[in-house]
């Protein structure tokens, strides 16, 4: 291996995260009342392929809105970033706003992307380490909602920037997100930044429309959380017995996805019956909006304060720059 090679590749830091005990969490969720399954469970490899047709719904802005939105701000973001930062992703999605944004930094040192499964972070990795010879790979297999020790890149990085795009950020209930924030000002350290995706509150019409597009994708993806349940635990929910419903509740500022029982029936999971009445929802994804008020108050809670902030021109979606208050 020669030097250039050795200087832009290396191992997986591997943090050996707790692994997900899918059967527990959905027994504690179907035992509660009301019954919810955790929307984390969502992206099996069917899933995150049903996500990624989502993101090509007409209805569907968030994805097509953000990544106009980087490519509108990024000489501005590579301002106020500064050079010789070193990029700390949190998840990695199909890499398209990666690219944007390693390309418009001003030579960014290392990219760190941060993923509870070694597979998804080392394919991150391999696909950027070709486009970015010069930024230095270093893939961490981590929990993200927890803090984490980075990777010290060969070069000396000016700061760390967190990168949390996507708005996955709303898929986090309030108290959640603010834990997540204080990880990640732990993460990210005294001089340290982050750039996040925020979907913003708009026309409920636009809203739920994103989350009922007519094609029937959101749906599907709704219900492959069964499907991969019924495979994965061995549980046996009738998939004709479900019916997915996302509506958008104004007082709690987010979308909430159902799966509604068609009838009164019967489930069992890992030997136990749950009983649903027929009209019964379960909860299955929170996607949050937000108003600048909503969410610095969030940051503020974390120790973060926003520094900078760009929107496209209707306002639907805001990229946010924090730094430790
Ligand atoms: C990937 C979490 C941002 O909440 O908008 C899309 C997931 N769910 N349609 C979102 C999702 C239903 C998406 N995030």
């Not at 943090?15 to 019954?35: F, W």
Request: hydrophobic share 40%; glycine share 8%.
């Amino acid at each position: 291996m020669n030097a250039v090679t050795t200087a832009t590749m290396a191992p997986l830091t591997d943090l050996r995260p707790t692994p997900d005990d899918i059967t527990g969490d959905a027994l504690a969720g179907l035992s509660a009342s009301p019954k919810r399954l955790p929307s984390k469970y969502f992206y099996d490899a069917r899933g995150s392929e049903l996500f990624e047709a989502i993101t090509r719904q007409p209805e569907y802005y968030p994805t097509r809105v953000e990544i106009a939105l980087l490519d509108a701000a990024i000489v501005g973001i590579a301002d106020a970033v500064g050079p010789h930062a070193h990029v700390v992703e949190y998840g990695s999605g199909s890499g398209r706003k990666t690219l944007q944004l390693l390309e418009g930094l001003a030579d960014p040192v290392a990219y760190t992307p941060i993923e509870i499964s070694r597979t998804t972070v080392l394919a991150a990795t391999e696909r950027l380490a070709e486009a970015f010879p010069g930024i230095e790979m270093l893939p961490v297999c981590a929990d993200f909602t927890q803090p984490v020790d980075l990777p010290e890149p060969q070069r000396e990085p000016g700061h760390t920037l967190v990168f949390f795009p996507g708005s996955t950020l709303g898929n986090f209930t309030n108290d959640e997100a603010v834990a997540l924030m204080c990880s990640m000002r732990q993460t990210m350290g005294g001089n340290g930044q982050a750039l996040i995706g925020v979907d913003l509150e708009k026309d409920v019409a636009v809203l739920e429309a994103a989350y009922n597009d007519a094609a029937g994708v959101t749906a599907e993806f709704t219900l492959n959380l069964l499907v991969r349940l019924n495979r994965e635990i061995g549980s046996d929910f009738d998939l004709e017995g479900f019916r997915h419903r996302a509506v958008y509740s104004r007082e709690r500022g987010r979308i909430e996805t159902f799966l509604v029982s068609q009838r009164a029936q019967s489930a069992t999971v890992d030997g136990r019956a749950f009983e649903f009445g027929k009209g019964e929802e379960m909860l299955v994804e929170y996607s949050h909006k937000y108003t600048d008020a909503r969410f610095e108050d969030l940051a503020a809670r974390a120790g973060l304060k926003v520094v900078q902030r760009w929107n496209d021109a209707d306002d639907w979606f805001g990229l946010r720059l924090l730094q430790p208050a």
